[in-house]
């Protein structure tokens, strides 16, 4: 390789975005100490957060998504892209990147578009079997695409040596704290069945619901809970006085958090997103499966369905989500029998070598 390893990293929006481009820093630093790192992403967002966090540089973009309702916001978005392309080009030019590596959501294409068009090495991962808008855009021109499912590489006319089949990065380490050490850091009782509720970094409206209706019940039913609600819950986060050290509640969880919460956990709540999934897989976490049922391609239901048939979880499919069906999906996860097959049939989904995988390519990408 020569000089120490320049890379770029670029993805964001949500944690599915962010966390696996941090797992692939995460693994190339392990594997070439001396490699310098630059994250590129939209300004004041969760990508920057977490890459800093984190120790990685971070330079920002003007980049922003489509949103509903806001027609001036729209309109400016041609001008966002192009001014962003610019930003990003300044940005790989001081760094000197040698790569580009881009994990989806909006703010991943302006470094992608900027590698592509100044010439340089980019490399694409994509997590679900219907692909993103950045990867639908870019995969064309990158060096390589790191997919979990094969149909990817048909969906985007790949071709031979372009992609590797690679399964999902997840940190090393998570869910490996001892459950009772977990349990106390949440402040609950340590010895009681724990589920852990999440709807990924944004949130999930149905299961904030069907769990602020569901949780005096559960608690009944000998069960602690942990609730991640997300940024977008706009109720109460202090657990109620009688529910306190059985439930905690906070709208979002850093990696460390995250990692003990599925340490704490016996089954989860959880949407399907790949990421969500792989993370399950890797802690052995049985679950209540609830896919999103606005999700490109229908992916979600179909990553359930793929669960379900593994006997790694149950479905509950959005519309029929109430605390009625969650309630009755309850009774199997806390007979600790059957919830150690589906913890065992989970962790044969894991794909714990996909980081390494990714980060030796990439660094052999670089020359």
Request: charged share 20%; aromatic share 8%; hydrophobic share 45%.
């Amino acid at each position: 390789m020569g000089a120490d390893p320049r890379v770029v990293v670029c993805g964001g929006g949500t944690g599915g975005h962010v966390i696996p481009a941090l797992a692939i820093c995460e693994k190339i630093r392990e594997l070439s100490s001396t490699t310098e790192f630059l994250y590129i992403g939209a300004a004041n967002s969760l990508e920057e957060r977490l890459a800093v966090e984190n120790g990685y540089d971070f330079k920002s973009v003007w980049i922003s998504s489509l949103r509903r309702g806001r027609i001036f916001s729209n309109l400016m978005l041609p001008l966002k892209c192009a001014f962003s392309l610019v930003q990003a080009l300044v940005h790989l030019g001081k760094f000197s990147a040698q790569i580009v590596v881009g994990t989806g959501g909006f703010s991943a294409w302006p470094a992608c578009a900027a590698a592509r068009y100044s010439d340089r090495t980019y490399v694409l991962w994509e997590p679900n079997a219907f692909p993103g808008l950045v990867t639908r855009l870019m995969a064309r021109r990158a060096s390589r695409i790191y997919i979990s499912f094969a149909e990817v590489a048909e969906r985007l006319k790949l071709r031979n040596g372009q992609f590797l089949l690679t399964g999902n990065p997840v940190q090393a380490n998570i869910g490996r704290s001892d459950t009772a050490e977990a349990r106390r850091f949440f402040g609950l009782n340590e010895d009681i069945t724990t589920l852990f509720v999440t709807g990924g970094s944004g949130g999930s409206r149905s299961i904030n619901k069907t769990i602020n209706e569901a949780k005096e019940k559960l608690i009944e039913r000998d069960l602690n809970i942990i609730w991640q609600t997300g940024r977008h819950w706009e109720g109460n986060l202090n657990a109620p006085e009688a529910l306190k050290g059985r439930m905690y509640i906070q709208n979002f969880f850093n990696f460390r958090e995250m990692s003990l919460a599925y340490s704490a956990a016996d089954f989860v709540l959880a949407r399907c997103g790949a990421m969500t999934l792989s993370e399950l897989a890797q802690a052995g976490l049985p679950g209540i499966l609830v896919p999103f049922p606005f999700a490109a391609g229908g992916h979600q239901e179909a990553n359930a369905r793929a669960v379900v048939e593994a006997g790694g979880g149950r479905m509950i499919l959005d519309k029929d989500l109430n605390m009625e069906s969650l309630l009755d999906s309850t009774k199997e996860f806390l007979d600790a029998e059957k919830r150690s097959e589906m913890s065992s049939a989970m962790r044969k989904l894991a794909r714990p070598d996909a980081a390494e995988i990714i980060a030796k390519d990439i660094l052999g990408l670089i020359t």
